[in-house]
């Protein structure tokens, strides 16, 4: 089954500073990869995400690149604000009527 | 926008007691979904469902159950709640696979 593993574990960055969170997936025939938000005490929300037919999609300071050849995909986050510390989960859905597999998460702290 | 309710915020058991975990969304979502969120683990799928009275296990369903005898509602159930049971439990439901999740507030179990 699919397998999507998630770097780092944890990550800090000065405020202002980019950070960028990548994830490798197994399933070649994975086609849909959501990026979702969890800040402490709060539920997941989805902040964007990338079908396969797409390399790159961008949503104000945030952007999602795909490579499909090499099965990663990355989370970039611009001119960081303290507002985005969070967990951020990368996941894939893989082939098939299945759900999401998620990664383990990245803690980002954003120091001011 | 969507809402999806989980009936409690904290519950607190005894090993060995019956739980059961409601989960209700009301934007007529075919798929619902029941994770566990543990530090470093991420969000492990314990059971999902795409359509009245179906359901399917996940990664880590060992000692769970689920119910859906509604559209809108699924219920998660520990026949025997155990200590290694204590964990953060979300309901997720989307109308496709490939679709936004959207979570409820989740539901912190302590078993003591």
């Known amino acids: 089954g699919e397998n999507v593993e998630q770097h780092p574990s944890t990550l800090s960055v000065q405020e202002g500073d980019s950070a960028v969170i990548k994830c490798t997936y197994s399933?070649?025939?994975?086609?849909?990869f959501p990026w979702y938000k969890q800040e402490l005490g709060k539920r997941p929300q989805l902040i964007i995400d990338?079908?396969?037919?797409?390399g790159e999609k961008k949503d104000q300071r945030i952007a999602v690149t795909l490579n499909k050849t090499a099965k990663h995909f990355s989370l970039h986050i611009t001119e960081t604000q303290p507002e985005d510390s969070a967990v951020y989960f990368c996941?894939?859905?893989?082939?098939?009527?299945?759900?999401?597999?998620f990664g383990k998460g990245t803690r980002l702290s954003v120091i001011a | 926008d969507v809402k999806v309710t989980q009936s409690s915020r904290y519950l607190v058991k005894r090993t060995g007691e019956k739980v059961f975990l409601e989960c209700v969304q009301d934007m007529d979502h075919e798929n619902m979904f029941w994770y566990r969120q543990d530090p470093g683990l991420g969000l492990r799928l314990i059971y999902f469902?795409?359509?009245?009275?179906?359901?399917e296990k996940g990664d880590i369903p060992e000692g769970y159950s689920v119910s859906r005898e509604k559209k809108e509602r699924f219920s998660l159930i520990l026949e025997s709640a155990s200590t290694n049971q204590t964990s953060m439990y979300l309901c997720?439901?989307?109308?496709?696979?490939?679709?936004?999740?959207?979570f409820g507030s989740g539901t912190q179990l302590s078993v003591l």
């Open positions: 469902s795409y359509d009245v009275k179906m359901k």
């Open positions: 990338i079908r396969s037919n797409v």
């Open positions: 997720a439901s989307s109308l496709w696979f490939e679709e936004k999740l959207f």
């Open positions: 399933d070649s025939a994975s086609n849909y």
């Open positions: 996941a894939a859905t893989p082939s098939g009527n299945t759900p999401l597999v």
